[in-house]
């Protein structure tokens, strides 16, 4: 009986071939894809907890998994201009538009970082980048006219 015991445990602790994947066998684009989604996932819903180190965190980790993927580079802007990490949170951003120059919500979160940098000409800039790409309007446009318009009358926040 303790043969049995024996036996089945080790059938057990035997890897099914179909089940196992080696750690150095790469994942397919389509799982890296997969991968970088459930982590930008997981990197929003820190951000909506405002706990931005840990998005971060999950916004590194999607980019490993998809470097070209300009809503990464946006959310990873926004979580670094929330921490205060300024010079990260643009390069964030310069990368999002590299990579879509027509990205909203880059444009419009990077329009804030330039009022934040008292930069007004350049937050301009993307405001009217954006009406371009939203001649009937569209929320980027209206929070960057928003933030623009409350730094002109000086009572713009920032971050």
């Given at each position: 009986m303790q043969l049995v015991w024996l036996a089945?445990?080790?059938?057990?602790?035997?890897p099914q071939t179909n089940q196992v994947r080696a750690a150095d066998d790469p994942l397919s684009e389509e799982q890296l894809k997969g991968k970088a989604l459930q982590d930008l996932s997981a990197a929003k819903?820190?951000?909506?907890?405002?706990?931005?180190?840990?998005?971060?965190?999950?916004?590194?980790?999607?980019?490993?998994?998809?470097?070209?993927?300009?809503?990464?580079?946006n959310n990873l802007g926004f979580a670094f201009r929330k921490m205060k990490k300024l010079d990260k949170s643009m390069a964030?951003?310069?990368?999002?538009?590299?990579?879509?120059?027509?990205?909203?919500?880059?444009?419009d979160y990077q329009g804030e970082l330039f009022l934040t940098l008292k930069k007004p000409a350049?937050?301009?800039?993307?405001?009217?980048?954006?009406q371009e790409l939203c001649p009937?309007?569209?929320?980027?446009?209206?929070?960057?006219?928003k933030a623009i318009t409350s730094y002109n009358s000086g009572t713009y926040g920032g971050y």
């Open positions: 089945l445990l080790a059938l057990l602790l035997v819903k820190q951000i909506k907890a405002k706990k931005y180190d840990y998005a971060v965190y999950f916004l590194k980790e999607a980019l490993e998994a998809d470097e070209n993927n300009a809503d990464i580079y964030a951003y310069n990368k999002a538009l590299k990579i879509d120059p027509n990205h909203k919500g880059a444009l350049e937050a301009q800039k993307n405001w009217k980048k954006l009937r309007g569209c929320p980027n446009l209206t929070k960057l006219q």
